[in-house]
């Protein structure tokens, strides 16, 4: 465990679906976010959470929508996703602490649209 | 616009030996931070080590080591006595700490499939 937990870790939805992936972290940070990894490509972020307030959205296609209730959990909600949306998709938090400098990231999930 | 660039798709190194990664990156930034993260199979980011872009010696972990040219704009890493479990997907990532931050983006390089042979 990596103090940032994300599930599920794999699901497989349909492109007519409505699903939700949930991070959720203990370790004080502040920042939340979301990446997107997919095959052969850089990982990309898609949206920051500073203090719980949405501070980047990448241009983030609509059909993916984040939640940020406090700043442990970190939520995005899918619907109507295209197959292309599969990948890995990881939750990252860090905080201004030295000691912690580097991002903290989940295990990940790994989604398949079929 | 920061940009990694990581120009080695895979490698090969035979158990116990060392090895480097190649990582270079372009910024206008004065203050940033550069951070090599590990991916197994498995998935997870592991952090391994980062250095600042003020910091004057190079970063160590352990068995892992940040070759930091800072005029070249390079930021290898080195893996000594490399081991089994090392076998994974590497990551060079930097973040600007412009206006003295440590919340933003972090841009990765494409990554380094990294093999380690008994």
């Known amino acids: 465990e990596t103090g940032v937990t994300q599930t599920p870790r794999h699901l497989v939805m349909g492109m007519t679906n409505k699903k939700s992936l949930k991070c959720e972290q203990h370790?004080?940070?502040?920042?939340m976010y979301w990446y997107k990894q997919s095959a052969k490509k850089p990982l990309e972020l898609m949206f920051v959470?500073?203090?719980?307030?949405?501070?980047e959205n990448n241009s983030v296609p609509s059909r993916f929508s984040p939640e940020c209730p406090n700043s442990s959990h970190l939520f995005l909600h899918l619907h109507t996703l295209q197959p292309e949306d599969s990948a890995l998709y990881l939750c990252?938090?860090?905080?201004?602490?030295?000691?912690?400098?580097?991002?903290?990231f989940g295990s990940g999930t790994r989604l398949t649209v079929v | 616009a920061q940009k990694i660039t990581q120009t080695q798709p895979g490698m090969f190194v035979q158990e116990k030996e060392a090895v480097t990664l190649d990582c270079t990156y372009d910024?206008?930034?004065?203050?940033?931070?550069l951070f090599w993260y590990k991916q197994p199979s498995s998935g997870e980011m592991i952090f391994l080590i980062y250095?600042?872009?003020?910091?004057?010696q190079n970063a160590t972990e352990g068995r892992y080591s940040l070759n930091f040219q800072k005029a070249r704009k390079s930021a290898n890493l080195v893996i000594s006595a490399s081991q089994l479990g090392d076998s994974a997907m590497y990551f060079c990532?930097?973040?600007?700490?412009?206006?003295?931050?440590?919340?933003?983006?972090?841009?990765f390089g494409q990554g380094t499939i990294l093999t380690v042979h008994p």
């Open positions: 250095q600042g872009s003020y910091d004057e």
């Open positions: 910024t206008s930034d004065q203050s940033y931070g």
């Open positions: 370790l004080g940070h502040n920042a």
């Open positions: 959470y500073n203090f719980k307030e949405q501070t």
């Open positions: 990252a938090s860090n905080s201004k602490d030295r000691a912690t400098y580097g991002y903290t």
């Open positions: 990532a930097m973040i600007s700490r412009a206006g003295g931050t440590s919340y933003g983006k972090l841009t």
